[in-house]
Nanobody, 124 residues
Framework: QVQLVESGGGLVQAGGSLRLSCAAS????????MGWFRQAPGKEREFVAAISTSGGSTNYADSVKGRFTISRDNAKNTVYLQMNSLKPENTAVYYC?????????????????WGQGTQVTVSS
């Protein structure tokens, strides 16, 4: 139905920036709310950001507001996460997720598809 492949992770110094990409296969891409999650070692997976099917609505975890930006390009079947002012505590595996509409709430309480994850490491 839909496959998600993340890219763009890597090593960056504190205060630096990275842009993650999530390429989605399957149609219609526009029918899916997209999101980003992350999980650090020994911690629970946490919500980072979500974007509506059209890109008109976004939602962010309080910890990343003002620093991270989620966007999507439906023509390219791709969702992005621009991460600025990175902190060492942002080190985690970042996962792309998709939820078919309709969703029960905003952001969706559950997700249908997940990518394999991409490692982001922020050094101090």
């Amino acid at each position: 139905q839909v496959q998600l492949v993340e890219s763009g992770g890597g090593l960056v110094q504190a205060g630096g920036s990275l842009r993650l990409s999530c390429a989605a296969s399957g149609h219609p891409f526009r029918s899916y709310v997209m999101g980003w999650f992350r999980q650090a070692p020994g911690k629970e997976r946490e919500f980072v950001a979500a974007i509506s099917t059209s890109g008109g609505s976004t939602n962010y975890a309080d910890s990343v507001k003002g620093r991270f930006t989620i966007s999507r390009d439906n023509a390219k079947n791709t969702v992005y996460l621009q991460m600025n002012s990175l902190k060492p505590e942002n080190t985690a595996v970042y996962y792309c997720a998709a939820k078919a509409i309709p969703v029960g709430s905003w952001p969706p309480p559950d997700w249908d598809y997940w990518g394999q994850g991409t490692q982001v490491t922020v050094s101090s």
